[in-house]
C-alpha cells in the first residue's frame, strides 16, 4: 500500500530537550512539507521541500530544522529554541511543488512539559 | 498571511444545503480544499487554479474569483459523511501554502 508514514504517534519530551519525527512516503512524490496544528486552527506551514537537499523555509520555521538526504523521507526536528512545541504535527507530500493535492500522513501528537 | 474562512461553524439536517467562503489579501496560484474529521488526517477535496481549471470530486463544487481572491465550496444534499473541519489552503507561489481556520461542520439526521 502506498502512503505516508509518521512516527510515532504520540511523543512526550521535557522541555530543552530536541526531538527528532519522522515522515516516510512511498508515493514517489517529489514535494515534502511540514504542518503544525494547534487545536481549534489551521495548520500553518513548517518547511517544505521540492527535491532531494533542497527545502524552503514556511511561515513559521523558527525553532524548527529539516533534512531531506532522500526522496522518500523529510525528518522534523524541533529543537530547544521553540518555545511552544507542544502541538500535532503534520507530513504531507505531493506530485509537484505547484498546484498538486498534498497527501497527509496520520500526524504526531507531541507533548512537551 | 492566513486565508480568512467563514462562517466558523455551521450546523445542518441531511439533505440541506452549506456554502463555505474562503478569502485571502494576496494574489493566488490556486486554492485548495480540505476535510478534517477529529483525530484524522487532513483528506484532498479540490484545486481550483487560476485561469478555471478544477481537479476534485464529482459531488463537491466550488469557486475561484480571482480578481477578489476568495473562493467558495458548495455542498448540496449533505449528507452524515460530510461532517468534519473544512480547510481552505491558498498557494501563493509553488508549495508556499497558507491555511485558513477551519470551518466546523455539523450534519444532523
Known amino acids: 500500500d502506498g502512503g505516508i508514514t509518521q512516527s510515532p504517534k504520540y511523543l512526550f519530551r521535557k522541555e530543552g530537550q530536541n526531538v527528532t519525527l519522522s515522515c516516510e512516503q512511498n508515493l514517489n512524490h517529489d514535494a515534502m512539507y511540514w504542518y503544525r496544528q494547534d487545536p481549534g486552527q489551521g495548520l500553518r506551514l513548517i518547511y517544505y521541500s521540492q527535491i532531494v537537499n533542497d527545502f524552503q523555509k514556511g511561515d513559521i520555521a523558527e525553532g524548527y530544522s529539516v533534512s531531506r538526504e532522500k526522496k522518500e523521507s523529510f525528518p522534523l526536528t524541533v529543537t530547544s529554541a521553540q518555545k511552544n512545541p507542544t502541538a500535532f504535527y503534520l507530513c504531507a507530500s505531493s506530485p509537484g511543488l505547484a498546484a498538486y493535492e498534498q497527501y497527509f500522513g496520520p500526524g504526531t501528537r507531541l507533548t512537551v512539559t | 498571511q492566513q486565508p480568512v474562512q467563514s462562517p466558523q461553524a455551521v450546523i445542518l439536517r441531511e439533505g440541506e444545503d452549506a456554502v463555505i467562503n474562503c478569502s485571502s489579501s494576496?494574489?493566488?496560484?490556486?486554492v485548495h480544499w480540505y476535510r478534517q474529521k477529529h483525530g484524522e488526517a487532513p483528506v484532498f477535496l479540490m484545486i481550483?487554479?487560476?485561469?478555471?481549471e478544477q481537479k476534485g470530486h464529482d459531488k463537491i463544487s466550488a469557486s475561484f474569483n480571482e480578481k477578489k481572491q476568495q473562493s467558495s465550496l458548495y455542498l448540496t444534499a449533505s449528507q452524515l459523511s460530510y461532517s468534519g473541519t473544512y480547510f481552505c489552503?491558498?498557494?501563493?507561489?509553488?508549495?508556499?501554502?497558507?491555511f485558513g481556520a477551519g470551518t466546523r461542520l455539523t450534519v444532523k439526521p
Open positions: 494576496k494574489a493566488l496560484y490556486s
Open positions: 481550483l487554479l487560476k485561469g478555471g
Open positions: 489552503g491558498t498557494e501563493i507561489s509553488g508549495g508556499d501554502m497558507r
